[in-house]
């Protein structure tokens, strides 16, 4: 189960296309025969109330932190698999280069409705940054290009997916600092076999050409997946 609809993780839920498709079929083939992982988005708040129930449960993609105010049934989380980081786009013509919080003091800032910001909200609330809320990261990164904000907050892969796919190569500039960085785990819930099953795939992850090539087609480099330094 997840909630990371955007591209790449979820492309074309119809067509199954996306970094998560791709990633469940190659878990089922490494199993050879034993599980079959199966693809369910769902909303944030529908999936913490799942993870509640006594029921197994694998969640790719997610991080520790953004799960502590949630109470989970009988919860195993697996060592990370992916390097990642929320980047900061602005116009290549007026690039923006991020320092801190402070360094956006005074910018119109855009991303995705109902996200924290860590290190920002403080200020936002202050008025000293103007913050903008758009329905996906398609439309913050449009935002940005039509100079209707300053700057927007994308997460990594979903910025890449996005710059090629959407030939916005001369367009965008990332700030070289991030405005965050974080490895993506799986969570298990209740199955033990499964988390041991999934924590012994990790370490293939960063050297099977046949994940290396998923991921490198949806516009990531190979270098953020964590088993591969």
Do not use: C
Not at 1 to 16: L, Q
Not at 89 to 96: A, D, M, V
């Amino acid at each position: 189960m997840t909630y990371h609809d955007a591209p790449p993780f979820i492309v074309d839920e119809k067509a199954e296309l996306g970094l998560t498709y791709d990633l469940a079929r190659w878990l089922t083939a490494r199993s050879e025969g034993i599980y079959r992982f199966v693809v369910q988005s769902m909303p944030r708040k529908r999936l913490d109330a799942m993870l509640g129930k006594p029921r197994a449960v694998v969640v790719p993609w997610v991080n520790p932190k953004w799960f502590e105010k949630v109470w989970i049934s009988n919860q195993y989380w697996t060592q990370p698999y992916l390097n990642d980081s929320n980047v900061i786009l602005s116009q290549t013509g007026e690039p923006f280069e991020y320092s801190g919080p402070r360094s956006v003091v005074g910018k119109i800032m855009v991303g995705l409705h109902g996200g924290r910001w860590v290190g920002l909200d403080g200020l936002v609330e202050q008025g000293k940054i103007t913050r903008l809320d758009a329905q996906s990261y398609f439309q913050a990164i449009k935002m940005v290009l039509a100079g209707r904000a300053d700057i927007a907050m994308v997460p990594n892969p979903v910025a890449k997916f996005y710059v090629t796919q959407g030939n916005l190569t001369g367009y965008l500039h990332f700030s070289m600092r991030p405005h965050s960085r974080y490895a993506r785990h799986f969570l298990v819930t209740e199955n033990k076999d499964v988390y041991e099953f999934l924590e012994k795939q990790i370490p293939s992850l960063g050297h099977d050409p046949n994940w290396i090539a998923a991921v490198t087609k949806h516009g990531l480099d190979a270098q953020f997946l964590t088993s591969s330094h």
